[in-house]
């Protein structure tokens, strides 16, 4: 087995027939350190493995655990290695892994928080009002922008636009959803210039998560909004998943909560 690394990706190529790891971990803590973000393994020179070998992607998942903020993901992993890894139970459905390295860094480039413009910040004592704005995952649409800019006031509010990146429970945590992603950072794009543009203050948050009601909750605490607006599909009310949700949200949500739709907008108030 060779290991090999360059910028933010380690490369295995040969055989893999036992664990591997001692040599493994040197490469993946030093490339951590280079880049914070995350590490991408391009496991596509990999020509044969064993089940002993498996027992380095095991060990890759408990460094993941015991590393809680270190996002490693798997890349153009042949096919013969994927089916070895569903053979092995502590390992199968438990690796974040992409076709490609490029949609690997795709993934990682945009999960990083985007930073707040330096010219919109204002001094605490400035801002009165705090507004929580979440996107609806399935669409991330633009009108739920519009409405947050119509609700502000560029004088006294920070908006705090929340786009979630809701992973199913079968896959970890931190495996790459390219569409969801690429929808965030389109909207996370047009709105750094709409924002500007009316000169208001705000911060655009990507988080990952599993359960969506639980997110609102925890980011409305984090950043003590006094409003939470809400972003639902067209189809929200005939869809039995989002009226959970929403049920759900307003359960959990101990603030002033507006779900908005294209067509209109319903207030909620716990």
């Known amino acids: 087995m060779i290991v090999e690394s360059y910028e933010d990706v380690i490369v295995l190529s ?9 040599t493994v971990e040197t490469a993946i803590t030093l490339t951590l350190r280079r880049h914070p973000a995350g590490v991408i393994v391009d496991g596509s ?4 493995i064993t089940v002993e070998g498996a027992q380095t992607f095991a060990s890759f998942i408990e460094f993941v ?6 996002r490693v993901i798997f890349a153009a992993l042949p096919d013969h290695v994927e089916t070895m890894l569903r053979s092995v139970p502590e390992v199968r459905s438990q690796l974040a892994i992409t076709r490609t390295v490029e949609e690997a860094r795709t993934s990682l480039d945009l999960l990083c928080t985007s930073p707040e413009p330096a010219a919109k910040k204002k001094l605490k004592s400035q801002v009165e009002r705090r507004v929580l704005v979440v996107f609806c995952p399935d669409s991330f649409d633009r009108h739920l922008l519009d409405v947050a800019v119509e609700f502000s006031d560029a004088r006294d509010t920070r908006l705090v636009l929340l786009l979630p990146i809701v ?5 970890p945590i931190h495996a790459a959803m390219p569409e969801q992603e690429s929808r965030a950072a389109s909207l996370a794009e047009s709105a750094q210039t709409i924002l500007d543009d009316e000169q208001l203050t705000y911060e655009i948050r990507l988080e990952r998560t599993r359960d969506l009601p ?6 409305g605490e984090e950043t003590q909004s006094d409003h939470v607006l809400v972003g639902l599909s067209p189809h929200a009310q005939e869809d039995d998943v989002s009226v959970r949700q929403m049920r759900l949200m307003m359960d959990k949500v101990k603030r002033s909560l507006l779900f908005v739709c ?6 909620e108030t716990p």
């Open 65 to 70: 655990r015991e590393h809680d903020r270190a």
């Open 45 to 48: 020179g990999i020509t044969e």
């Open 214 to 219: 639980s997110l609102v909750r925890d980011m």
């Open 14 to 22: 040969g055989a893999l027939r036992q664990n591997f790891w001692d």
């Open 167 to 171: 992973v199913p429970r079968d896959l």
């Open 262 to 267: 294209s067509g209109g907008a319903t207030a």
